[in-house]
């Protein structure tokens, strides 16, 4: 019988996850058990190694062959996984939440097949509302352009000697700082953000 090929991670019993983590298990016959799920290669090695010693398979079928009692591949072999009684309840609950939110894509996609009329005025709705977002955000500006133009028209009267219609402790002073960009939004908290509705 011809040796096993070894898996992508290099090792014998080691197979590389799509999220990146070695899953490690040994194969017997009929036997399969698995040793978990690791962050790196190496300890998935190590313990398929620990594993390997404990059923008596030859050293030939150990990927490291410098390891020669079982309490060197114990010793290489990382601690075992606890799980906590919180481990198992996050888990639960993020089990829950998936299901619920997979049960709601299913029910919105049904809501959206029997109620075609009800999708167009949604998307209607939120059509509307960023053209009026649009429209205020684009008539603040132009008040926010005037009021700064106001205030630096009468600071170059000043400057040039000239008096201001202005007080001394007239508040629209502070409009020399406003900002007229266009990408400025003074009270941009994301609320105003509907591009995540196209």
Not at 17 to 32: H, K, M, Q, T, V
Not at 34 to 63: C, I, V
Request: with cysteine.
């Amino acid at each position: 019988m011809p040796p096993r090929r070894r898996s992508a991670s290099g090792y014998r019993g080691v197979r590389q996850r799509p999220n990146g983590g070695f899953y490690a298990e040994i194969r017997s016959g009929d036997l399969r058990l698995s040793l978990g799920t690791y962050d790196t290669a190496h300890e998935a090695t190590r313990a398929f190694n620990a594993a390997a010693w404990r059923l008596g398979k030859p050293r030939r079928q150990m990927n490291f062959p410098d390891v020669h009692t079982l309490q060197q591949a114990l010793d290489l072999a990382p601690p075992p996984r606890l799980n906590s009684a919180q481990d198992r309840a996050e888990h639960t609950a993020l089990q829950r939440r998936l299901l619920v939110a997979q049960e709601d894509e299913r029910v919105m996609a049904e809501w959206r097949r029997r109620h075609p009329e009800d999708v167009a005025y949604e998307q209607e709705y939120w059509a509307r509302r960023r053209e009026e977002d649009t429209r205020r955000r684009r008539e603040e500006q132009l008040d926010r352009r005037r009021r700064k133009a106001l205030a630096c028209a009468q600071a170059d009267l000043v400057n040039a000697g000239e008096r201001s219609f202005f007080t001394e402790e007239d508040e629209r002073w502070l409009d020399i700082w406003l900002s007229t960009s266009h990408d400025t939004n003074d009270d941009d908290d994301g609320a105003d953000d509907w591009s995540d509705w196209d």
